[in-house]
Protein backbone atom coordinates (compact mmCIF):
# COMPACT_ATOMS: atom_id res chain seq x y z
CA UNK A 1 0.00 0.00 0.00
CA UNK A 2 1.52 3.56 -0.86
CA UNK A 3 0.53 6.33 1.23
CA UNK A 4 1.07 9.89 0.10
CA UNK A 5 0.16 13.10 2.17
CA UNK A 6 -0.66 16.59 0.74
CA UNK A 7 0.14 19.42 2.85
CA UNK A 8 2.56 20.55 5.16
CA UNK A 9 1.74 22.18 7.89
CA UNK A 10 1.34 21.41 11.70
CA UNK A 11 -0.90 18.21 11.18
CA UNK A 12 0.74 16.94 7.99
CA UNK A 13 3.91 17.19 9.37
CA UNK A 14 2.97 15.19 12.75
CA UNK A 15 1.34 12.62 10.83
CA UNK A 16 4.35 12.16 8.97
CA UNK A 17 6.08 12.24 11.69
CA UNK A 18 4.38 9.87 13.65
CA UNK A 19 3.88 7.56 10.46
CA UNK A 20 7.73 7.39 10.03
CA UNK A 21 8.09 6.47 13.74
CA UNK A 22 6.26 3.90 13.43
CA UNK A 23 7.46 2.58 10.91
CA UNK A 24 4.80 3.21 7.90
CA UNK A 25 6.81 4.24 5.30
CA UNK A 26 5.43 7.54 3.32
CA UNK A 27 5.73 7.35 -0.63
CA UNK A 28 5.67 11.16 -1.09
CA UNK A 29 4.37 14.23 0.31
CA UNK A 30 2.81 16.82 -1.52
CA UNK A 31 1.76 20.95 -1.04
CA UNK A 32 2.75 24.22 -2.31
CA UNK A 33 4.85 24.93 0.21
CA UNK A 34 8.80 24.09 -1.08
CA UNK A 35 10.85 25.20 2.12
CA UNK A 36 8.62 23.14 4.13
CA UNK A 37 8.16 20.45 2.00
CA UNK A 38 11.85 20.53 2.02
CA UNK A 39 12.24 20.97 5.91
CA UNK A 40 9.78 18.03 6.38
CA UNK A 41 11.83 15.61 3.90
CA UNK A 42 14.79 16.60 4.93
CA UNK A 43 13.97 15.15 8.42
CA UNK A 44 11.56 12.65 8.03
CA UNK A 45 13.72 11.25 4.81
CA UNK A 46 10.29 11.41 2.85
CA UNK A 47 10.51 12.03 -0.85
CA UNK A 48 8.59 15.44 -1.91
CA UNK A 49 6.93 17.59 -4.36
CA UNK A 50 5.34 20.99 -5.40
CA UNK A 51 4.54 19.74 -8.71
CA UNK A 52 3.42 16.17 -9.54
CA UNK A 53 1.58 14.25 -7.35
CA UNK A 54 2.26 10.67 -7.59
CA UNK A 55 -0.10 7.44 -7.57
CA UNK A 56 -0.68 6.30 -4.38
CA UNK A 57 -3.51 3.86 -2.52
CA UNK A 58 -3.97 6.45 0.10
CA UNK A 59 -4.15 10.01 0.10
CA UNK A 60 -4.27 12.10 3.31
CA UNK A 61 -4.72 15.36 2.86
CA UNK A 62 -4.18 18.05 5.29
CA UNK A 63 -4.66 21.10 4.47
CA UNK A 64 -6.94 24.13 6.13
CA UNK A 65 -10.63 23.27 5.20
CA UNK A 66 -11.20 25.70 2.32
CA UNK A 67 -8.51 24.31 0.41
CA UNK A 68 -9.78 20.79 0.41
CA UNK A 69 -12.06 20.83 -2.43
CA UNK A 70 -9.52 22.64 -4.34
CA UNK A 71 -6.59 19.92 -3.78
CA UNK A 72 -8.39 16.84 -3.78
CA UNK A 73 -9.16 17.75 -7.37
CA UNK A 74 -5.72 16.89 -7.69
CA UNK A 75 -6.37 13.01 -7.31
CA UNK A 76 -7.23 11.56 -10.70
CA UNK A 77 -7.49 7.95 -10.00
CA UNK A 78 -10.66 6.51 -8.77
CA UNK A 79 -9.71 3.72 -7.55
CA UNK A 80 -8.04 5.20 -4.36
CA UNK A 81 -9.30 6.21 -1.38
CA UNK A 82 -8.65 10.40 -0.07
CA UNK A 83 -9.20 11.20 3.41
CA UNK A 84 -8.94 14.76 4.72
CA UNK A 85 -7.99 15.85 8.49
CA UNK A 86 -10.11 18.44 9.69
CA UNK A 87 -13.06 18.28 12.30
CA UNK A 88 -15.83 20.74 10.83
CA UNK A 89 -15.17 19.66 6.85
CA UNK A 90 -18.11 17.09 5.69
CA UNK A 91 -16.84 14.16 4.51
CA UNK A 92 -18.18 15.21 1.37
CA UNK A 93 -15.79 18.50 0.93
CA UNK A 94 -13.30 15.94 -1.12
CA UNK A 95 -13.99 16.51 -4.39
CA UNK A 96 -13.06 13.75 -7.01
CA UNK A 97 -14.20 9.93 -7.92
CA UNK A 98 -12.27 8.60 -5.40
CA UNK A 99 -13.13 6.98 -2.24
CA UNK A 100 -13.96 9.04 0.31
CA UNK A 101 -12.75 9.18 3.96
CA UNK A 102 -11.48 11.33 7.10
CA UNK A 103 -8.91 10.86 9.16
CA UNK A 104 -9.34 13.48 12.21
CA UNK A 105 -7.01 13.30 15.04
CA UNK A 106 -8.08 15.36 17.93
CA UNK A 107 -5.08 16.94 19.13
CA UNK A 108 -3.57 20.53 18.89
CA UNK A 109 -0.24 20.69 16.83
CA UNK A 110 2.87 22.65 16.51
CA UNK A 111 5.59 21.78 14.83
CA UNK A 112 8.29 22.13 17.57
CA UNK A 113 6.26 19.96 20.35
CA UNK A 114 7.28 16.23 20.59
CA UNK A 115 3.90 14.21 20.57
CA UNK A 116 3.19 11.18 22.48
CA UNK A 117 1.25 9.59 19.23
CA UNK A 118 -0.13 7.09 21.08
CA UNK A 119 -2.37 8.70 23.30
CA UNK A 120 -4.55 11.04 20.76
CA UNK A 121 -7.62 9.95 19.35
CA UNK A 122 -8.18 9.67 15.85
CA UNK A 123 -11.84 9.80 15.01
CA UNK A 124 -12.06 8.25 11.59
CA UNK A 125 -14.74 7.43 8.80
CA UNK A 126 -15.54 6.16 5.14
CA UNK A 127 -17.90 5.41 2.50
CA UNK A 128 -17.56 1.57 3.27
CA UNK A 129 -16.63 -0.40 5.57
CA UNK A 130 -13.42 -1.85 4.11
CA UNK A 131 -12.11 1.58 4.03
CA UNK A 132 -13.12 2.06 7.79
CA UNK A 133 -11.35 -1.06 8.53
CA UNK A 134 -8.15 0.34 6.36
CA UNK A 135 -8.09 3.52 7.97
CA UNK A 136 -8.83 2.33 11.45
CA UNK A 137 -5.44 -0.54 10.57
CA UNK A 138 -3.87 2.87 9.41
CA UNK A 139 -4.22 5.07 12.79
CA UNK A 140 -4.06 2.07 15.09
CA UNK A 141 -0.14 2.19 13.86
CA UNK A 142 0.07 5.08 15.50
CA UNK A 143 -2.47 5.54 18.12
CA UNK A 144 -4.53 3.50 21.10
CA UNK A 145 -7.08 5.00 20.34
CA UNK A 146 -9.06 4.69 16.72
CA UNK A 147 -12.75 5.51 16.98
CA UNK A 148 -15.50 5.82 14.43
CA UNK A 149 -17.40 9.00 13.76
CA UNK A 150 -19.77 10.89 11.27
CA UNK A 151 -19.58 14.24 10.19
CA UNK A 152 -22.29 15.70 12.46
CA UNK A 153 -20.20 13.77 15.75
CA UNK A 154 -16.92 14.96 14.42
CA UNK A 155 -18.38 18.38 14.40
CA UNK A 156 -19.57 18.83 17.78
CA UNK A 157 -16.00 17.08 18.93
CA UNK A 158 -14.08 19.93 16.75
CA UNK A 159 -16.55 22.16 18.67
CA UNK A 160 -15.60 20.68 22.07
CA UNK A 161 -12.43 21.16 21.50
CA UNK A 162 -12.24 24.63 20.52
CA UNK A 163 -13.48 25.13 23.82
CA UNK A 164 -11.47 22.87 25.51
CA UNK A 165 -8.31 23.76 23.75
CA UNK A 166 -8.42 27.08 21.61
CA UNK A 167 -10.38 29.34 24.01
CA UNK A 168 -8.44 27.48 27.25
CA UNK A 169 -5.33 29.04 24.74
CA UNK A 170 -6.59 32.25 24.66
CA UNK A 171 -7.45 32.80 28.29
CA UNK A 172 -3.92 32.07 28.52
CA UNK A 173 -3.01 34.78 26.51
CA UNK A 174 -5.25 37.45 28.17
CA UNK A 175 -3.96 36.34 31.89
CA UNK A 176 -0.33 36.43 30.63
CA UNK A 177 -1.26 39.73 29.20
CA UNK A 178 -2.29 40.79 32.95
CA UNK A 179 0.33 39.41 34.87
CA UNK A 180 3.24 41.04 32.47
CA UNK A 181 1.36 44.35 32.59
CA UNK A 182 2.42 44.16 36.54
CA UNK A 183 5.82 42.53 35.47
CA UNK A 184 4.35 39.42 37.58
CA UNK A 185 6.60 36.26 35.95
CA UNK A 186 3.69 34.30 34.35
CA UNK A 187 5.09 30.48 35.33
CA UNK A 188 4.24 31.57 38.94
CA UNK A 189 0.67 30.43 37.30
CA UNK A 190 1.99 27.04 36.23
CA UNK A 191 1.52 25.05 39.02
CA UNK A 192 -2.14 26.61 39.64
CA UNK A 193 -2.86 25.53 35.77
CA UNK A 194 -1.77 21.96 35.73
CA UNK A 195 -3.96 21.53 39.00
CA UNK A 196 -6.98 23.46 36.89
CA UNK A 197 -6.65 20.67 34.93
CA UNK A 198 -5.37 17.34 36.87
CA UNK A 199 -8.38 17.90 39.01
CA UNK A 200 -10.78 17.35 36.15
CA UNK A 201 -9.75 13.94 36.13
CA UNK A 202 -11.00 13.24 39.37
CA UNK A 203 -13.78 15.90 39.86
CA UNK A 204 -16.44 16.70 37.03
CA UNK A 205 -15.66 20.87 35.90
CA UNK A 206 -18.98 21.52 37.04
CA UNK A 207 -18.34 20.19 40.54
CA UNK A 208 -14.63 21.65 40.75
CA UNK A 209 -15.25 25.55 40.17
CA UNK A 210 -14.17 28.03 42.05
CA UNK A 211 -13.56 31.98 42.26
CA UNK A 212 -15.46 34.73 42.94
CA UNK A 213 -17.99 34.18 40.27
CA UNK A 214 -19.16 31.08 42.25
CA UNK A 215 -19.25 32.23 45.31
CA UNK A 216 -21.32 35.02 44.15
CA UNK A 217 -18.66 37.71 45.74
CA UNK A 218 -19.90 40.70 43.95
CA UNK A 219 -17.39 42.96 46.04
CA UNK A 220 -14.46 40.73 44.19
CA UNK A 221 -16.09 40.83 40.97
CA UNK A 222 -16.44 44.44 40.73
CA UNK A 223 -13.11 45.06 42.02
CA UNK A 224 -11.58 43.33 39.27
CA UNK A 225 -13.53 44.77 36.76
CA UNK A 226 -12.21 48.13 38.02
CA UNK A 227 -8.81 46.83 37.77
CA UNK A 228 -9.08 45.51 33.82
CA UNK A 229 -8.57 48.56 31.24
CA UNK A 230 -8.81 46.27 28.21
CA UNK A 231 -11.68 46.43 26.67
CA UNK A 232 -11.45 42.66 25.66
CA UNK A 233 -10.16 41.25 28.76
CA UNK A 234 -13.57 43.02 30.41
CA UNK A 235 -16.16 41.53 27.76
CA UNK A 236 -13.99 38.13 28.65
CA UNK A 237 -14.31 38.90 32.01
CA UNK A 238 -17.93 39.77 32.44
CA UNK A 239 -18.98 37.03 30.03
CA UNK A 240 -17.66 34.35 31.36
CA UNK A 241 -18.92 35.27 35.31
CA UNK A 242 -22.32 35.60 33.97
CA UNK A 243 -22.06 32.13 32.53
CA UNK A 244 -20.91 30.68 35.94
CA UNK A 245 -23.63 32.78 37.67
CA UNK A 246 -26.68 31.14 34.75
CA UNK A 247 -24.74 27.41 35.58
CA UNK A 248 -25.36 27.64 38.99
CA UNK A 249 -28.65 29.75 39.58
CA UNK A 250 -26.80 32.52 40.99
CA UNK B 1 5.61 29.64 68.43
CA UNK B 2 1.57 28.83 68.92
CA UNK B 3 0.07 29.02 65.30
CA UNK B 4 -3.70 28.83 65.23
CA UNK B 5 -5.52 28.12 61.94
CA UNK B 6 -9.49 30.15 61.63
CA UNK B 7 -11.78 28.75 59.69
CA UNK B 8 -12.71 25.18 57.75
CA UNK B 9 -12.65 25.72 54.14
CA UNK B 10 -10.68 24.44 51.14
CA UNK B 11 -8.04 26.62 51.96
CA UNK B 12 -7.74 26.40 55.79
CA UNK B 13 -7.71 22.76 55.28
CA UNK B 14 -5.12 22.53 53.09
CA UNK B 15 -2.70 24.82 55.07
CA UNK B 16 -3.74 23.16 57.81
CA UNK B 17 -2.92 19.52 56.56
CA UNK B 18 0.67 20.96 54.71
CA UNK B 19 1.39 22.36 57.79
CA UNK B 20 1.08 19.33 59.86
CA UNK B 21 3.17 17.17 56.85
CA UNK B 22 6.29 19.51 57.22
CA UNK B 23 6.60 19.36 60.68
CA UNK B 24 4.90 22.48 62.14
CA UNK B 25 2.10 22.13 64.83
CA UNK B 26 -1.24 23.72 64.88
CA UNK B 27 -2.39 24.65 68.52
CA UNK B 28 -5.94 25.32 67.03
CA UNK B 29 -8.17 25.44 64.24
CA UNK B 30 -11.42 27.36 65.02
CA UNK B 31 -14.39 27.87 63.21
CA UNK B 32 -18.04 28.06 62.87
CA UNK B 33 -18.28 24.79 61.08
CA UNK B 34 -18.16 22.11 63.72
CA UNK B 35 -19.06 19.13 61.54
CA UNK B 36 -16.01 20.09 58.85
CA UNK B 37 -13.96 21.19 62.15
CA UNK B 38 -14.49 17.67 63.19
CA UNK B 39 -13.49 16.26 60.45
CA UNK B 40 -9.78 18.23 60.05
CA UNK B 41 -9.15 17.91 63.30
CA UNK B 42 -9.60 14.15 62.85
CA UNK B 43 -7.69 13.74 60.10
CA UNK B 44 -4.68 15.78 61.27
CA UNK B 45 -4.38 15.45 64.95
CA UNK B 46 -5.34 19.09 65.62
CA UNK B 47 -7.55 20.46 68.74
CA UNK B 48 -10.25 22.45 67.53
CA UNK B 49 -12.89 24.76 68.85
CA UNK B 50 -16.58 26.53 67.79
CA UNK B 51 -16.40 28.87 71.15
CA UNK B 52 -12.93 29.63 72.45
CA UNK B 53 -10.70 31.26 70.02
CA UNK B 54 -7.55 30.07 72.11
CA UNK B 55 -4.22 32.63 72.55
CA UNK B 56 -1.93 31.90 69.58
CA UNK B 57 1.21 34.01 68.81
CA UNK B 58 0.36 33.63 64.79
CA UNK B 59 -3.29 33.38 63.62
CA UNK B 60 -3.87 32.78 59.81
CA UNK B 61 -7.28 33.86 59.04
CA UNK B 62 -8.68 31.77 56.36
CA UNK B 63 -12.24 32.47 55.28
CA UNK B 64 -14.39 34.06 52.70
CA UNK B 65 -13.60 37.92 52.26
CA UNK B 66 -16.33 39.41 53.40
CA UNK B 67 -16.43 37.29 56.83
CA UNK B 68 -12.21 38.71 57.41
CA UNK B 69 -13.33 41.91 59.08
CA UNK B 70 -16.09 40.03 61.67
CA UNK B 71 -13.61 37.24 62.26
CA UNK B 72 -10.89 39.15 63.03
CA UNK B 73 -12.47 40.97 65.46
CA UNK B 74 -12.22 37.94 67.88
CA UNK B 75 -8.59 38.53 68.02
CA UNK B 76 -8.08 40.76 71.49
CA UNK B 77 -4.13 40.41 71.98
CA UNK B 78 -2.37 43.32 70.58
CA UNK B 79 1.45 41.77 70.70
CA UNK B 80 0.01 38.87 67.98
CA UNK B 81 0.70 38.63 64.11
CA UNK B 82 -2.92 38.02 62.15
CA UNK B 83 -2.78 36.99 58.63
CA UNK B 84 -5.85 36.17 55.65
CA UNK B 85 -5.05 34.04 52.78
CA UNK B 86 -6.98 36.42 49.99
CA UNK B 87 -5.86 37.37 47.03
CA UNK B 88 -8.54 40.53 46.61
CA UNK B 89 -9.13 41.54 50.13
CA UNK B 90 -6.57 44.43 51.60
CA UNK B 91 -4.24 43.70 53.87
CA UNK B 92 -6.38 46.23 56.21
CA UNK B 93 -9.63 44.25 56.00
CA UNK B 94 -8.40 42.72 59.13
CA UNK B 95 -9.83 44.86 61.91
CA UNK B 96 -7.98 44.92 65.28
CA UNK B 97 -5.15 45.88 67.74
CA UNK B 98 -3.06 43.26 66.23
CA UNK B 99 0.10 43.43 63.60
CA UNK B 100 -1.21 42.32 59.98
CA UNK B 101 -0.17 40.44 57.22
CA UNK B 102 -1.05 38.32 54.20
CA UNK B 103 -0.21 34.60 53.35
CA UNK B 104 -1.70 34.18 50.04
CA UNK B 105 -1.59 30.59 48.30
CA UNK B 106 -1.33 30.90 44.55
CA UNK B 107 -3.67 27.18 44.41
CA UNK B 108 -7.02 26.24 43.24
CA UNK B 109 -7.98 24.22 46.56
CA UNK B 110 -10.28 21.16 46.79
CA UNK B 111 -11.17 18.81 49.96
CA UNK B 112 -10.61 15.65 48.11
CA UNK B 113 -7.78 16.34 46.27
CA UNK B 114 -3.88 15.39 47.43
CA UNK B 115 -1.51 18.58 46.78
CA UNK B 116 2.11 18.57 45.87
CA UNK B 117 2.80 21.46 48.46
CA UNK B 118 6.02 22.88 47.84
CA UNK B 119 5.43 23.43 44.15
CA UNK B 120 2.87 26.35 45.52
CA UNK B 121 3.97 30.37 45.39
CA UNK B 122 3.18 31.70 48.54
CA UNK B 123 2.81 35.45 48.22
CA UNK B 124 3.06 37.19 51.59
CA UNK B 125 2.55 40.54 53.32
CA UNK B 126 3.19 42.07 56.83
CA UNK B 127 3.41 45.55 58.36
CA UNK B 128 7.55 45.03 59.46
CA UNK B 129 10.32 43.34 58.64
CA UNK B 130 10.01 40.87 61.57
CA UNK B 131 6.50 40.07 60.44
CA UNK B 132 7.62 39.29 56.90
CA UNK B 133 10.93 37.30 58.23
CA UNK B 134 8.32 35.17 60.02
CA UNK B 135 6.04 34.67 57.30
CA UNK B 136 8.43 33.99 54.87
CA UNK B 137 9.75 31.12 57.61
CA UNK B 138 6.66 29.75 58.30
CA UNK B 139 5.86 29.69 54.01
CA UNK B 140 9.33 28.06 53.36
CA UNK B 141 8.54 25.12 55.91
CA UNK B 142 5.79 24.52 53.30
CA UNK B 143 6.84 25.54 49.65
CA UNK B 144 9.75 26.16 47.66
CA UNK B 145 8.02 29.30 46.31
CA UNK B 146 7.85 32.23 48.94
CA UNK B 147 7.41 36.16 47.61
CA UNK B 148 6.45 38.97 48.89
CA UNK B 149 3.54 41.18 47.14
CA UNK B 150 1.58 43.82 48.18
CA UNK B 151 -1.71 44.59 48.08
CA UNK B 152 -1.97 46.07 44.63
CA UNK B 153 0.05 43.34 43.07
CA UNK B 154 -1.92 40.61 45.24
CA UNK B 155 -4.72 41.60 43.86
CA UNK B 156 -3.39 41.11 40.15
CA UNK B 157 -2.07 37.86 40.79
CA UNK B 158 -5.54 37.08 41.79
CA UNK B 159 -7.36 38.66 39.26
CA UNK B 160 -4.67 36.66 36.33
CA UNK B 161 -5.63 33.23 38.69
CA UNK B 162 -9.37 33.90 37.74
CA UNK B 163 -8.86 34.06 33.97
CA UNK B 164 -5.97 31.03 34.21
CA UNK B 165 -7.79 29.05 36.65
CA UNK B 166 -11.32 29.57 37.12
CA UNK B 167 -12.42 30.66 33.87
CA UNK B 168 -10.91 27.53 32.64
CA UNK B 169 -12.07 25.15 34.61
CA UNK B 170 -15.81 27.01 33.43
CA UNK B 171 -14.64 26.52 29.81
CA UNK B 172 -14.09 23.02 30.61
CA UNK B 173 -17.77 22.41 31.75
CA UNK B 174 -19.22 24.61 28.65
CA UNK B 175 -16.88 22.27 26.48
CA UNK B 176 -18.34 19.14 28.48
CA UNK B 177 -21.99 20.22 27.96
CA UNK B 178 -21.39 20.54 24.66
CA UNK B 179 -19.66 16.89 24.33
CA UNK B 180 -22.43 15.16 26.78
CA UNK B 181 -24.91 16.66 24.67
CA UNK B 182 -23.32 14.11 21.78
CA UNK B 183 -22.68 11.41 24.51
CA UNK B 184 -19.32 11.83 23.84
CA UNK B 185 -17.41 10.76 26.39
CA UNK B 186 -15.40 14.16 27.46
CA UNK B 187 -11.98 11.85 28.36
CA UNK B 188 -11.46 11.84 24.54
CA UNK B 189 -10.47 15.62 25.37
CA UNK B 190 -8.00 14.92 28.19
CA UNK B 191 -4.81 14.29 26.02
CA UNK B 192 -5.76 17.39 23.87
CA UNK B 193 -6.47 19.48 27.59
CA UNK B 194 -3.04 18.15 28.63
CA UNK B 195 -1.04 19.33 25.45
CA UNK B 196 -2.43 22.89 25.59
CA UNK B 197 -0.87 23.16 29.21
CA UNK B 198 2.52 21.74 28.25
CA UNK B 199 2.25 23.87 24.89
CA UNK B 200 2.96 26.91 27.05
CA UNK B 201 5.93 25.93 28.66
CA UNK B 202 7.87 25.97 26.22
CA UNK B 203 5.94 28.51 23.41
CA UNK B 204 4.32 31.90 24.44
CA UNK B 205 0.65 31.28 24.42
CA UNK B 206 0.15 34.08 22.25
CA UNK B 207 1.90 32.12 19.57
CA UNK B 208 0.60 28.81 20.83
CA UNK B 209 -2.73 30.04 19.61
CA UNK B 210 -4.67 27.66 17.13
CA UNK B 211 -8.07 26.95 15.81
CA UNK B 212 -11.01 28.50 13.64
CA UNK B 213 -10.35 32.19 14.48
CA UNK B 214 -6.99 33.01 14.50
CA UNK B 215 -6.81 31.39 10.89
CA UNK B 216 -9.61 33.58 10.32
CA UNK B 217 -11.87 30.50 9.05
CA UNK B 218 -15.15 32.01 8.90
CA UNK B 219 -16.87 28.74 7.26
CA UNK B 220 -16.26 26.98 10.61
CA UNK B 221 -17.48 30.45 13.24
CA UNK B 222 -20.55 30.24 11.54
CA UNK B 223 -20.75 26.12 11.58
CA UNK B 224 -20.04 26.56 14.95
CA UNK B 225 -22.32 29.41 16.30
CA UNK B 226 -25.22 27.50 14.00
CA UNK B 227 -24.02 23.70 16.23
CA UNK B 228 -24.63 25.63 19.58
CA UNK B 229 -28.67 26.08 20.97
CA UNK B 230 -27.08 27.39 24.02
CA UNK B 231 -27.54 31.03 25.08
CA UNK B 232 -24.54 31.11 27.40
CA UNK B 233 -22.08 29.06 25.27
CA UNK B 234 -22.93 31.01 22.35
CA UNK B 235 -22.34 34.28 24.31
CA UNK B 236 -18.64 32.67 25.17
CA UNK B 237 -18.11 31.58 21.59
CA UNK B 238 -18.64 34.98 20.50
CA UNK B 239 -16.65 36.89 23.13
CA UNK B 240 -13.49 34.92 22.83
CA UNK B 241 -13.35 34.40 19.25
CA UNK B 242 -13.93 38.53 18.83
CA UNK B 243 -10.90 38.62 21.36
CA UNK B 244 -8.47 36.72 19.52
CA UNK B 245 -9.05 38.46 16.25
CA UNK B 246 -8.68 41.67 17.91
CA UNK B 247 -5.48 40.16 19.23
CA UNK B 248 -4.25 38.97 16.06
CA UNK B 249 -5.71 42.30 14.27
CA UNK B 250 -7.62 39.95 12.03
Keep these: MKLAIIGSGNVAYHLAKAFVENGVSISQIFGRNESELQKISGELQIPFSVKNLENANVYIISVSDSAIREVSKKIKNS???????SGSASRNAL?????????YPLQTFSKSRVLDYSEIPFFIDAENENDKLLLKNLAEKISKKVLFADDEMRKYIHLTAVFACNFVNHLFSRAKEISDSQ?????????LIEETVKKIHEIEPKFAQTGPAVRNDENTLLLHESLISDEQQLKIYKTINESIKKMYNL
Design 79 to 85: DVLAVHT
Design 95 to 103: NGNFRKGVF
Design 183 to 191: KIPFDYFFP
